[in-house]
C-alpha cells in the first residue's frame, strides 16, 4: 500500500487552517483556530495511538496518544463549558489505564491513571457544578486508586496498598461529610497514641 506523502498532508491541513481563517474573519463560524488546532491534535492524536495498537512494545505512545486527544477535546468547547479539565486529566488518565491493560505487568500505571482521572473530576465539579469543597473527592479518588493497586490482577504481592487505600478513604468521608470536625480531635488523638506507644515500647524493651 502506498504512503501518502507528508507533504500533501501538511498541504491540506494548511488549506484547511487558511479557509477556517477566512470564514471567521467573515462571521461565518466562531473560534475558528480552535477548531483548527483541535483538529491539528486530534490527527497527532490518532497517529500516537495508532503506533500503540499496531506495535504494543510502544507501550509510551499511549501517553502523548491520549494526552493529545484530550486536548483536541478540550478546544472544542469543552473548554468554554468547563469540561476542558476533565477532557485534559481524564484523557492522560486514561492513556496510563491503556498501558496497564495491554500489560498487566505494567501495574505501576495504575496509580498515575487514577490519581489524574480523580483530578478531572475534582475540576468538574469546581468548574461545572460549582462545588468547591472537592477535598473529600480527591482523598476518596486516591483511596480507590491504592484499592485497585491492591485487587487488580497483575500486581504482584500489594496487600500493602489496603492501608494507604483505607486511610485515604477515612479521610476523604471525614472530610466530605458533617464530621469534617472530627478531624481536629483525630490528630491530637494519633498523636497521644503514637506517642504512648512509643514509650510503652520502651519500657517493654527494659
Known amino acids: ?80 463549558l468547563g469540561w476542558g479539565g476533565l477532557a485534559f486529566l481524564g484523557a492522560i488518565g486514561l492513556g496510563f489505564w491503556a498501558i496497564y491493560l495491554t500489560s498487566r505487568e505494567r501495574w505501576w500505571a495504575i496509580i498515575p491513571g487514577g490519581v489524574l482521572i480523580t483530578l ?11 462545588i468547591l469543597n472537592t477535598g473529600g473527592v ?21 496487600s500493602w496498598a489496603f492501608f494507604p487505600a483505607t486511610a485515604l478513604i477515612i479521610l476523604g468521608i471525614l472530610l466530605g461529610t458533617p464530621f469534617k470536625g472530627v478531624m481536629d480531635y483525630v490528630w491530637i488523638a494519633a498523636l497521644f497514641v503514637g506517642g504512648a506507644a512509643l514509650i510503652w515500647q520502651y519500657f517493654r524493651a527494659k
Open 120 to 130: 478531572g473530576c475534582v475540576s468538574a465539579l469546581s468548574d461545572v457544578f460549582g
Open 138 to 158: 480527591f482523598f476518596i479518588g486516591l483511596g480507590l486508586t491504592f484499592l485497585l493497586v491492591a485487587l487488580l490482577p497483575g500486581t504482584g504481592k500489594s
Open 1 to 80: 500500500m502506498k504512503r501518502i506523502d507528508f507533504r500533501i498532508v501538511i498541504g491540506v491541513l494548511l488549506i484547511l487552517g487558511s479557509v477556517l481563517g477566512f470564514l471567521e474573519k467573515f462571521g461565518i463560524i466562531q473560534r475558528g483556530w480552535d477548531l483548527f488546532w483541535g483538529t491539528i491534535l486530534g490527527l497527532a492524536g490518532i497517529a500516537f495511538l495508532y503506533v500503540f495498537v499496531t506495535n504494543r512494545s510502544q507501550w509510551w505512545a499511549a501517553i502523548p496518544g491520549f494526552t493529545l486527544l484530550g486536548m483536541s477535546a478540550s478546544s472544542f468547547l469543552l473548554d468554554k
